[in-house]
């Protein structure tokens, strides 16, 4: 059983950046992040494939970037200019199968918050 841990979170203004961190304890492939935003179902925001390409949510294309960190267990997402509607709490999973935007996924963090003022 793979257990995922996400950091990072925090309350900033809008237009700022947050990095947030996810590390595994386990090997884990195709790895994404997703948030759950108040009033809305959880959402797929980016995915790191395993031949390393990655895709996003039309939400967050140009300000959000994905990736790998020296060891294959840590994934960061790069936020910058921040909005209020990016506020919600964020998850990485692990493992995705099928559409990643689907959240197939047999491992979940705990999630993280994210909180954007105007």
């Known amino acids: 059983q793979v257990q995922l841990m996400e950091s990072g979170g925090g309350s900033v203004q809008a237009g700022g950046s947050l990095r947030l961190s996810c590390v595994a304890s386990g090997d884990t492939y195709i790895m994404g992040w997703f948030r759950r935003t108040p009033g809305k179902k959880r959402e797929g925001i980016a995915v790191?494939?395993?031949?390393?390409?990655?895709d996003y949510a039309d939400s967050v294309k140009g300000r959000f970037t994905i990736s790998k960190g020296n060891t294959k267990q840590t994934l960061y997402l790069q936020m910058i200019d921040l909005k209020p509607e990016d506020t919600g709490t964020y998850f990485c999973a692990g493992d995705l199968r099928g559409p990643w935007y689907d959240g197939n996924s047999p491992y979940w963090g705990q999630g993280t918050q994210v909180t954007v003022s105007s």
């Open positions: 790191l494939e395993l031949d390393g390409t990655t």
